[in-house]
């Protein structure tokens, strides 16, 4: 059975694949499954037929069958234990591999997502300097500590997991960045994410969404 | 093997097992597993034996022979899938408890997490009113739609699962506030979790440990 995922209709990324649909695609094509996109509005994101996926009313989620998620780790989650190559196998590499996953998502993401949401929401606002201070040196602190952990290894923890990929994309929204340019390890870790074809595939598929909408 | 896990030696809660060595606790606890706590300071946390458990510098850490892992969430995660109680049995069900505990603790923790830091240390900045209405409307929009989902179920997802776990420890920093009063289904799942035997020997554990650390 093919999986529908939801994705935004006109992503506010401009299709540099920042949305979090982004990483069940990448996920899915790194299984090699195929899978269908139901395009959603923002305005549909709050109507009931997109609730009753989500009640948080976000995306990505996803629906195959019976079982319909949300929460796009729980979704590349999911996908990691139904399909082989985003998990290790032996147990205790398997549940570092997961811890990762919450790393990616709990420790890292916040400040870099409120990095960018600061960026364009409270520009204007007389507590902009002292909040992007903050937040930047938060994600120092993080990046800090992941570029020490990282070392000189291709990837987190042994083979590329669904640890990577999520940490991946969170670290994606500080290219081009100094702080990312501050640890060059990063962000050759966050470039070799990128290069792998299932990223390519999967970064090419929101692309084209993008500009479908934007009659590019 | 009995694990160990790493709390604060001075909880900055004073005692309320609102750090995240308590979702820990209440997780071995539901599962029927001793533990050993070592307890760290916030000077150690920051040194070279406790970032060999957490490049991130962060409680709680779990060890169980040769196996180390941080973020709370995956520790939750890594005692669900070995013990039993804590994840349903049936692949879909078990997908949507995971799904719970991301939501837990990506889509709710974060404004309610922010909420508490703010007050603490932006209380004396011009910009506190603003942020603190972003962020309270940010928790209220979240917990509305939380609450629509649970309606008047024991649990968010048939029995009580990981997921319920860690939403209620996230939901817990908000007892006391109009923000939960306004939902009295949501102060009753707290309620509700809090009265659970686990819950109550991990409360006392944690805040032994603060009586023990402040003489009284």
Known sequence: MT???TAFERSPDRGRGLARDMRVRWALEEV????DV???SFGEMKQAAHLARNPFGQIPTYEEGDLALFESGAIVFHIAERHGGLLPAEPNARSRAVMWMFAALNTVEPPVFD????QILERKEPWYEARMRALEDSIRTRLGALSRHLGEADWLDGDFSAGDLLMATVLRRLNGSALLADHPN???YVARGEARPAFQRAFEAQRAVFEAASGG
Chains 1, 2 share one sequence.
């Open 3 to 5: 999986p529908t995922i």
């Open 32 to 35: 090699g499954r195929p899978y």
């Open 38 to 40: 139901r395009l959603v």
């Open 186 to 188: 990063i962000a050759a």
């Open 115 to 118: 990095r960018d949401l600061v």
